[in-house]
């Protein structure tokens, strides 16, 4: 977890108010753990301070015997994002019920209303009780509920500024168009710093200028539950619970506020934005979703001098609810855009647009289809030869082979009949299909998709052959099946391994030095550098060795074998140990290693991206955008993955 309080160390108020101590603990231990021993250090200080009374009063309203059987079954861990400067609660979202994430959330928003406070609160004027210093603190903490329509204004004036994401590759989307307004909404709306859970997605139709977003209301039970006031004397405090009705009344009030801001965030997403409908979701009540549409120039000429006025104001007096409730409609948000935007490519009879087909070596969309149907006739037979693997493999090896030439010559007859330069390949999924080009350097070249039973025939051939040791034969089938298939994963450890069996070091370099230019997960990219770091220990270079090994990422399945070799690797050479990550990196670039992802690989994927949403072929986008968010890390792609997907009618925990 990134450290909240690395920018307020050495600050001596809030060492003082003893916020430090607070924040330090949460990224010290478990979350549960680290709130159950705040809770009882707090109760054991002769002289605890204002802001730690203060957490306490929050925090006890948390069933932190609950939030314990819920982290033990749903992996809850506390991350700082700080792109929002906020706490974010992780958990299972399979294992954690829509009910119990509800306490997570209430959870997480006190934790961030308490990080506002600490942020906000000054030695200026501070009273010397520690219960002045807790009703500062509950006057600030619901303050944090009451400014947040001041990001209208900011979201207008962000309106004019160039889109971050304009062009995240090598080239630039069409200004207005369906990237440029889905990034920069997913921009804007991931750069609000709001105290409680935002969950969202949206859509978008560029061409007739709409857009709707889905977000889950925020609940009673993330806003404050108690209110401070003046007792008698003055400088006393007198807690007042507020009512559950009270509390309903204000979690509905902030809701609104919430939906005139993601309203101003679509009207400054782009100025062709005429429409923008908002659907408030409520979880405890899934059939109270509340719908409002909103129109640019009302919007502009009185709901944003109306988001001015309220920032500030109290939800008491709900005057948000009331202005907003003439915006409310009876049906449910418009199907935006066309279908066929979101159709697969075996279902889309669209030819490409020439941007694409150079890039994708392809003329219509369904040529980019990889999926095969599992009971093609050559599918059967695979099924039917494997069944006589163990009792009479010669008999299976014999099918394989004539398999694999009757496959094999139907591939070249196809080739053959090609008016133009064809390549037959195999393709594990969609991405890879996408990623082919990187291996071919004509762009006219267009790709014959190769049936998935030449793949699996070729290494169950190779496989049974590794088995009986007859290791050329079994060389020989790989490297037919990597040609076939370049951008296959299965393939390049399939040789990979084969060749260890064979100790052919030199041979595993070029193969990982292959597949690493086509990897993303870390998974399989720590497979590479593992295989790559001993072959390079055999072959007498250790200096790239250390850097491969030093380049296994942490957390993964070979990660620890890695460390196992690595420190043997050092013990006999007499190394000091891991290298830093850039140190590692130099090294492995002068040797030819690519380290994913790669410049080349990045750029292709952010173009891919950028082209396939702005033309309307979201199936193909949805994976280059979720790749792009998996090797960047970046919550704006995230939220341009969800925007792509086919339609939610409702927003639950867990769904988004």
Not at 288 to 312: C, I, N, Q, W
Not at 399 to 411: F, M, N, P, Q
């Amino acid at each position: 977890m990134s450290n909240h309080t690395d920018q307020n160390e050495g600050n001596p108020i809030l060492s003082d108010l003893g916020a430090t101590e607070f924040f330090l603990s949460l990224a010290s231990m478990q979350l549960v753990d680290a709130l159950t021993v705040s809770m009882r250090s707090i109760s054991e200080k002769e002289d605890p301070s204002g802001f730690e009374l203060y957490a306490k009063r929050l925090i006890s309203h948390i069933d932190l015997e609950k939030l314990r059987e819920i982290s033990t079954v749903g992996s809850v861990s506390l991350a700082r994002i700080e792109l929002m400067d906020a706490f974010y609660i992780n958990y299972d979202r399979e294992a954690v019920s829509p009910h119990d994430a509800r306490l997570l959330y209430a959870l997480e928003s006190i934790l961030n209303r308490l990080s506002k406070i600490a942020d906000t609160i000054t030695g200026e004027d501070l009273p010397p009780r520690t219960d002045g210093v807790e009703r500062i603190c509950a006057n600030l903490d619901i303050e944090q509920f009451r400014i947040i329509t001041g990001y209208v204004d900011r979201l207008m004036e962000k309106s004019i500024e160039p889109n971050p994401w304009a062009s995240p590759g090598t080239i630039a989307c069409t200004p207005g168009g369906e990237w440029d307004i889905r990034s920069r909404f997913a921009s804007l709306v991931e750069h609000l710093s709001l105290v409680t859970r935002l969950d969202y997605t949206y859509r978008v139709d560029a061409k007739n200028g709409v857009m709707a977003v889905n977000f889950l209301a925020p609940q009673p039970e993330d806003l404050p539950a108690e209110e401070a006031f003046s007792g008698t004397p003055k400088s006393t405090v007198v807690w007042k619970e507020i009512l559950d009705t009270d509390r309903e009344a204000l979690a509905l009030e902030h809701g609104f506020r919430m939906a005139l801001v993601l309203a101003g965030a679509c009207f400054a997403s782009s100025l062709g934005i005429h429409t923008c409908y908002v659907q408030m979701d409520n979880q405890a009540k899934p059939n109270h979703s509340r719908f409002m549409k909103y129109e640019r120039e009302d919007y502009l000429a009185r709901l944003v001098p109306l988001a001015r006025t309220l920032a500030g104001t109290s939800l008491r007096d709900g005057r948000c609810t009331t202005e907003l409730a003439p915006l409310c409609i009876d049906q449910p948000m418009p199907q935006l855009g066309s279908t066929v935007r979101d159709a697969q490519p075996k279902d889309d009879l669209r030819d490409l647009p020439e941007c694409l087909r150079r890039l994708l070596m392809a003329d219509k969309a369904s040529e980019l289809e990889v999926m095969e149907d599992e009971d093609s006739p050559y599918n059967i037979r695979i099924k039917e030869l494997r069944e006589h693997f163990e009792s009479d493999p010669s008999e299976s090896a014999e099918g394989l082979i004539k398999l694999t030439e009757e496959i094999s010559a139907a591939c070249v007859v196809a080739e053959l009949q090609s008016s133009g330069a064809v390549q037959t390949q195999f393709c594990e999924n969609h991405l890879g299909r996408l990623l082919l080009p990187l291996f071919e350097d004509d762009p006219t070249t267009r790709i014959l998709r190769a049936p998935d039973a030449l793949f699996f025939a070729e290494s169950d051939l190779a496989t049974m052959y590794l088995k009986s040791g007859n290791y050329t034969r079994a060389l020989d089938e790989l490297h037919r099946l990597l040609d076939v298939s370049v951008t296959s994963t299965q393939a390049h450890l399939l040789l990979i391994s084969a060749l260890s069996r064979l100790e052919r070091f030199d041979e595993i370099t070029e193969v990982v030095k292959h597949g690493l230019r086509c990897a993303y997960d870390r998974e399989t990219i720590s497979y590479y550098f593992y295989r790559v770091a001993f072959a390079y220990w055999q072959l007498g270079r250790i200096d790239v060795a250390l850097a491969c090994y030093s380049l296994v990422p942490r957390g993964e399945q070979v990660s620890e074998v890695a460390d196992e070799e690595l420190r043997a690797l050092c013990q006999k050479e007499g190394l000091s140990g891991r290298l830093d990550f850039s140190q590692a990196v130099e090294v492995a670039r002068a040797e030819g290693i690519p380290v994913p992802p790669t410049e080349e690989f990045s750029n292709r994927i952010a173009d891919l991206a950028v082209l396939l949403v702005d033309n309307g072929f979201f199936f193909l986008a949805i994976r280059c955008v979720y790749c792009m968010w998996r090797t960047m890390g970046r919550d704006e792609l995230g939220a341009i993955n969800r925007s792509l997907q086919p339609g939610i009618a409702h927003l639950e925990y867990g769904t988004y």
